[in-house]
Nanobody
Framework: QVQLVESGGGLVQAGGSLRLSCAAS????????VGWFRQAPGKEREFVAF????????DYQDSVKGRFTASRDNAKNTVYLQMNYLQPGDTAVYYC??????????????????WGQGTQVTVSS
């Protein structure tokens, strides 16, 4: 079992930045692949970003490429999502998901075994 806790959300103006954190406890987080997802009111939870445990390779939804960056500090059992040039369309609850081992489809929420409670990001225009 691994427990995930997201933090770092808040209210920011368009063009601003936030850094989300996903802190893990329970097991060695360094062996877990991590995906970031978000869910806006009335919408499905959607993929945002992914970072692998082994190589640190990453993948992003097209709408956030060049603006968001996923990173990890395995010594701190924490994964980050740096979000720059935020837009009102980025407003959502952001979640991190984790899976130990191969992720069959890193953009599918069902591929992850553990989830945090989410952190709210609100971008005003």
């Amino acid at each position: 079992q691994v427990q995930l806790v997201e933090s770092g959300g808040g209210l920011v103006q368009a063009g601003g930045s936030l850094r989300l954190s996903c802190a893990a406890s329970g097991r060695t987080f360094s062996f877990y692949n991590v995906g970031w997802f978000r869910q806006a009111p009335g919408k499905e939870r959607e993929f945002v970003a992914f970072i692998s445990w082994k190589s640190g390779s990453s993948d992003y939804q097209d709408s956030v490429k060049g603006r968001f960056t996923a990173s990890r500090d395995n010594a701190k059992n924490t994964v980050y999502l740096q979000m720059n040039y935020l837009q009102p369309g980025d407003t959502a609850v952001y979640y991190c998901g984790a899976k130990s081992g191969v992720v069959i489809n890193l953009r599918e929420r069902g591929s992850y075994d553990y989830w945090g409670q989410g952190t709210q990001v609100t971008v005003s225009s």
